[in-house]
C-alpha cells in the first residue's frame, strides 16, 4: 500500500520562486517563496562585507548582521518546511533505510539561491545549474514519496 504524498515539484517551486503561489501547497511554497528576498538581502550583505575599505565600521557591523538576520531567517524556513515534509511524509512506508544528505528545506534554499543567481546574470551556466538542480529536486521527492530514501532527520 502507498501513501499519497503532495510534495510540490520543481516545477512548482520556480512558480513560488517568481512570487505566483499554489493554495495546494501553502506551506512548503510560501516558504520557498519567501526565502528569494532573504537570499537578495544575505547577497547584497556579501558583497558589502567583500569591500570593507570603503565602509565605516558601523556600515560593516551593519552588513555583518544583515548576513546573520538572513541566515537565521534561512534556517528557520528551511525548518518550517522539513516539518512540513515530516509531516506529508507521516504514513508512508519507510521501504528503504538509505538517507539523503540535506533535509529538503536545504535543498529548496539552495534551489532559492541558485535561482537568485539565474535571475540577476541570465547566464547560461546559471540556467544549467537551476535545470540540473531541479531535476535532482524532482528525483528525490520522488524517491522521498516513495519510501526510497529518507530525510536525514526521520
Not at 31 to 44: D, T, Y
Not at 51 to 73: C, H, I, K, Y
Request: net charge neutral; with cysteine; proline share 3%.
Amino acid at each position: 500500500m502507498t501513501v499519497d504524498v503532495m510534495l510540490p515539484n520543481a516545477e512548482q517551486l520556480h512558480k513560488a520562486f517568481r512570487g505566483e503561489g499554489n493554495a495546494a501547497l501553502t506551506s512548503v511554497i510560501d516558504a520557498a517563496s519567501r526565502m528569494i528576498p532573504i537570499h537578495h538581502k544575505r547577497k547584497e550583505a556579501i558583497r558589502r562585507m567583500q569591500q570593507p575599505d570603503g565602509m565605516s565600521g558601523n556600515e560593516l557591523r551593519r552588513a555583518v548582521g544583515d548576513f546573520t538576520a538572513a541566515e537565521s531567517s534561512l534556517a528557520s524556513l528551511a525548518t518550517a518546511i522539513d516539518r512540513s515534509v515530516a509531516t506529508a511524509l507521516q504514513g508512508r512506508q519507510h521501504v528503504s533505510g538509505v538517507w539523503h544528505t540535506e533535509t529538503v528545506g536545504l535543498v529548496i534554499s539552495r534551489m532559492a539561491e541558485l535561482w537568485l543567481s539565474y535571475i540577476n546574470s541570465q547566464a547560461h551556466e546559471d540556467a544549467f545549474r537551476v535545470a540540473r538542480m531541479s531535476d535532482a529536486y524532482n528525483c528525490l521527492i520522488t524517491e522521498l514519496a516513495e519510501g526510497r530514501r529518507l530525510p536525514p532527520d526521520m
